[in-house]
Nanobody, 123 residues
């Protein structure tokens, strides 16, 4: 089985910074794209940023220039450095990863989610 565990959320004033981390563990063979999503109260979950195994990144327009996604493949960890935070960034932030796992009879690839970490930005 695979688990994704996020950390680093919290309460911060507008203009401040936070760094989120997400570590995958379990019977992992390989990890492809990793991503951060967020869901604000009453809104749909939205994509924030993605990073491929090779390090190519993509960002939502709303966070470009303020957020940076990175990963440490040796640690099976993805990070989200958030700067110049705004009240509209307040949301539960979720980690997602496409992971190939070792199975008894071979390998299986699936999409896995973390439990979410709350980010609250006060004005």
């Amino acid at each position: 089985q695979v688990q994704l565990v996020e950390s680093g959320g919290g309460l911060v004033q507008a203009g401040g910074s936070l760094r989120l981390s997400c570590t995958a563990s379990g019977t992992i063979f390989s990890i492809d794209t990793m991503a951060w999503y967020r869901q604000a109260p009453g809104k749909q979950r939205e994509l924030v940023a993605t990073i491929t195994a090779g390090g190519s990144t993509n960002y939502a327009d709303s966070v470009k220039g303020r957020f940076t996604i990175s990963r440490d493949n040796a640690k099976n960890t993805v990070y989200l450095q958030m700067s110049s935070l705004k009240p509209e960034d307040t949301a539960v932030h979720y980690c997602n990863a496409r992971i190939t796992t070792r199975q008894t009879m071979g390998r299986m690839t699936g999409s896995f989610w973390g439990q979410g970490t709350q980010v609250t930005v006060s004005s």
